[in-house]
């Protein structure tokens, strides 16, 4: 089985503070992570996933297999980065893991002026 | 390209009336999934079609059939409803599988007295 965990479900920082999002998993083969957010009024979105080693918007993630981790991080936060993130799991692409994402229980970030 | 619609947006019910929510995509893509979305819990998996002609259960598919129509749409049916199914549910969809960008729709609300 897999299973995604975000240990926050709250957090607050000050604009231009950094900001670490916490997400772990357990699955037992090679996952595929990904961080989907969920700003104001709008769509959940893909915000960055780890296949494509990309930042966007400032952040990052690294996926920490050692510790089955993929935390999402930025240096200066920023006011407009006030959010709901969503940490994912996609599984082996040949089984039905793969077929789907399963989804943490997502942590809301406020960023204060 | 509208891409993933949802319909209606807000919905209310009593106890034990059925209803359908409606999900269609224009960008042709295989897979489509549907989600509730509750505080604390974040995104669960009701139900999946992982290609057009097959769906499979999620997480929690307790009370809820589907329907793959065409590749298009993907309905979700609730043949009698109960407070607890008081959520938000989201459609999405992906080129295939859990591997691709899923893209969402803007949800629907529905409360169930």
């Known amino acids: 089985a897999q299973r995604v965990t975000q240990p926050e479900k709250l957090l607050s920082v000050f604009k231009g503070a950094p900001v670490e999002l916490k997400c772990n998993y357990s699955y037992s083969g090679s996952p595929e992570l990904f961080w989907y957010v969920q700003y104001s009024r709008q769509r959940l979105q893909l915000l960055l996933r780890?296949?494509s080693r990309e930042s966007i918007k400032g952040f990052t993630a690294d996926l920490n297999k050692g510790e089955t981790s993929f935390h999402l991080k930025k240096p200066f936060a920023q006011e407009e980065d006030s959010a709901m993130y969503y940490c994912a799991l996609s599984g082996d692409p040949l089984q039905t893991s793969g077929s789907r994402l399963t989804f943490g229980e997502g942590t809301q970030l406020t960023v204060n002026p | 390209n509208a891409g993933v619609t949802q319909t209606p947006k807000f919905q209310v019910l009593k106890t034990g009336q059925s209803m359908t929510l409606q999900c269609a995509q224009d960008m042709n893509h295989n897979s489509m999934y549907w989600y509730r979305q509750d505080p604390g819990m974040g995104l669960r998996l009701i139900y999946y079609?992982?290609?057009?002609?097959?769906?499979d259960k999620g997480e929690v598919p307790n009370g809820y059939n589907v329907s793959r129509l065409n590749k298009r749409e993907f309905s979700l049916r609730l043949e009698s409803a109960a407070p607890s199914q008081t959520s938000v549910y989201f459609c999405?969809?992906?080129?295939?599988?859990?591997?691709?960008?899923?893209?969402f729709g803007p949800g629907t609300r529905l409360t169930v007295t």
């Open positions: 079609s992982a290609s057009e002609g097959t769906t």
């Open positions: 999405a969809s992906s080129l295939r599988g859990g591997l691709h960008e899923q893209y």
């Open positions: 780890h296949i």
